[in-house]
């Protein structure tokens, strides 16, 4: 009896570690708030995280894993009313000045008057490669979902499914790709009235504060590095244990995702509609000339 209720655990743990590998998981599990000294909070039994700024001090956190790919998705309500000069940065990023790093940030602004949704991509330490878009509703009413889709191949921006970027692995004509380096999830708030809203001539108005950004639905199908090297990627986690297997599981769909024809067009059609800066059409900025990306990817 006690053999079989072991047994019968030991199942059923299994099945729960498959679950939480790609299921919604829990802020406190998955996350550690860094800096703002209690203005970070982790709530709801684990489901929801708010962070705020005020005055004194923004806030942020950090995942405890570092990704080497993934499908990563959170959903997040951004700070209402008047938000001008506060940006809300999600973004995942390494270590060192040779850093990689994929970039979300939501620009304030003064009531009525529309975020900025910034997106980057850096390789090596090597970013300026800025899409800035407008967002089709109002982010601070609901939650809605901001995804990075990071393969071997691409990194595609996402919002609420729909594709708005897609920035290509082109190693094969001498482009950079993030591919190597685990990349840790990071998000925070902070006040940067010197240059978020309207080129800096907007300030905060303090008289708003606390602001508040609020984050839940966390899930990533992703790629997780492990202590001594090398990663293990979600589907492993749970069936290793049931299987004994040591061999590492395949990772899901997403890692050898892109976008078919119609996501293709729909990405084109928001990017038409919805997009208000493009690195690659302002070629004033680059002595040199555009970076070689732009004539093959837009
Ligand atoms: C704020 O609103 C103004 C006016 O609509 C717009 O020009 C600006 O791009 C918006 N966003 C930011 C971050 O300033």
Redesign the pocket.
Known sequence: MARRVSLLQLLLLGALAACSAAAAASFDQEFDITWGDGRGKIQDGGRLLTLTLDRTSGSGFQSRHEYLFGKIDMQLKLVPGNSAGTVTAYYLSSQGSAHDEIDFEF?G?VSG??Y?LHTNVFTQGQGQREQQFRLWFDPTTDFHTYSILWNPKHIIFMVDDLPIRDFRNLESKGIAFPKSQPMRLYSSLWNADDW???GGRVKTDWSHAPFSASYRGFRADACVAVAGGGTRCGAAVGTEGAAGAAAPAPAGDWYNQELDLTLQQRMRWVQRKYMIYNYCTDPKRYQQGLPAECSMQQ
């Open positions: 620009l602004n008057e529309p900025t978020a809203t309207q």
